[in-house]
């Protein structure tokens, strides 16, 4: 690995968190109307919904939870400029395995798609299987079933 690709990693990997952060903090905002957990649950918001199913007990509407979560990644992935797209696309299974097939074009391809599904599950998905609070651990010891 050269020193040029350390250096475009780890400006990925910032911007992968800092991308992750946001939608965090977005995901915690939704509240009431988008929760489906119930008037009985502890939980008090969207993150905590996911964080109890990714720690093992998904819902019916998993799927559901799953693509509000790639149209919210996608939103804010659409907000970055191409060079950090790049960044990170560079890090995603495509783009590790992509070459250039002109040396002397400089550009580097990049798909939205892949680089919120590449947050998504290397971060976002990351974050909900360790995150923790007291109201996700008294959900998951009482067993409350999703609405």
Not at 80 to 97: C, M, R, Y
Not at 127 to 142: H, P, S
Request: proline share 3%; hydrophobic share 35%; with cysteine.
């Amino acid at each position: 690995m050269t020193p040029s690709d350390h250096i475009v990693m780890a400006i990925a990997e910032r911007e992968c968190k800092r991308l992750a952060r946001r939608v965090i903090r977005h995901i915690q905002s939704m509240k009431d109307r988008y929760m489906q957990s119930g008037d009985d649950s502890p939980l008090a918001n969207v993150w905590d919904e996911v964080c109890v199913q990714v720690q093992g007990q998904e819902s019916v509407m998993w799927e559901t939870y799953v693509e509000t979560l790639e149209g919210i990644v996608l939103g804010f992935v659409a907000e970055l400029d191409p060079e950090i797209k790049q960044a990170i696309w560079l890090q995603t299974s495509e783009g590790t395995e992509w070459e250039p097939k002109d040396r002397e074009h400089d550009g580097i391809p990049w798909s939205d798609d892949e680089i919120a599904q590449y947050v998504l599950n290397d971060y976002i998905m990351k974050a909900a299987a360790n995150w923790t609070n007291a109201r996700i651990e008294k959900c998951k010891d009482q067993d409350i079933q999703f609405d």
